[in-house]
């Protein structure tokens, strides 16, 4: 096995997903801090490797990935003794697929990054009350693929990692109604007893709350 390093942040939630699966992995790795918000990633040597200038960027060797979803199909599929985390069998892998696809698509871009980027890197201080409320979409979508124990099917993947990550961090803005989506709740229940969960996901996903709060925006109609 070469030397592996990810590059990122612990408030990222495409950086903690691929950090809870090299801890799922129990893979030994490097882990190197990349500051968004004073451009580290726009460094010439970083854009060397990551010409998208984003995080996470994961190295093996000489070879460099970004983009979470490619990182944890390629640590799964490179160092995995098993294909529970990303099966083989093609029906399975489609829904694991498609599910990375929501998350990716509608959970981060649509409504998370929609929120977020404006009031971190342009300088917004209001948020127009639909996107906030859009969120609803995505809790009524995820409640629903929730049929099993996990987002997709009855036992851990990828999957739960790349959408935890992200669902944990869009309270900041709507607040989870464990009444309303009963399944999401029970299913963030049941990552959180994963004994890497805190230090992979939780913890990275107050700083992103706390970080978020400290710039005081407003909802407006």
Not at 37 to 42: D, R, Y
Not at 115 to 138: H, M, S, W
Request: net charge negative.
């Amino acid at each position: 096995m070469g030397k592996l390093a990810l590059y990122g942040l612990d408030a990222s939630p495409p950086t903690r997903a691929c950090l809870l699966t090299l801890k799922a992995l129990e893979l030994p790795f490097e882990y190197v801090f990349v500051n968004l918000l004073t451009k580290e990633n726009f460094a010439e040597d970083y854009l060397k490797k990551n010409p998208q200038h984003t995080v996470p960027m994961l190295q093996d060797d000489e070879a460099y990935l970004w983009d979470s979803h490619a990182i944890m199909a390629y640590l799964v599929g490179k160092y995995a003794e098993t294909d529970d985390l990303y099966p083989k069998d093609l029906l399975q892998r489609a829904v694991v697929d498609q599910r990375m696809h929501f998350e990716s698509g509608v959970i981060f871009e649509a409504a998370l990054r929609r929120l977020t980027r404006p009031v971190l890197f342009l300088g917004g201080t209001t948020l127009p009350q639909a996107n906030v409320e859009y969120i609803n979409e995505v809790y009524d979508l995820l409640e629903t693929f929730l049929e099993h124990d996990f987002v997709a099917g009855d036992h851990l993947t990828i999957a739960d990692f790349s959408i935890v990550s992200t669902i944990s961090s869009l309270g900041v803005y709507l607040e989870l109604d464990p009444v309303k989506y009963p399944k999401i709740a029970g299913w963030l229940e049941r990552l959180k007893e994963l004994p890497y969960y805190e230090e992979a996901n939780g913890s990275g996903a107050a700083q992103f709350m706390q970080l978020m709060k400290s710039k005081n925006f407003t909802v407006v109609p």
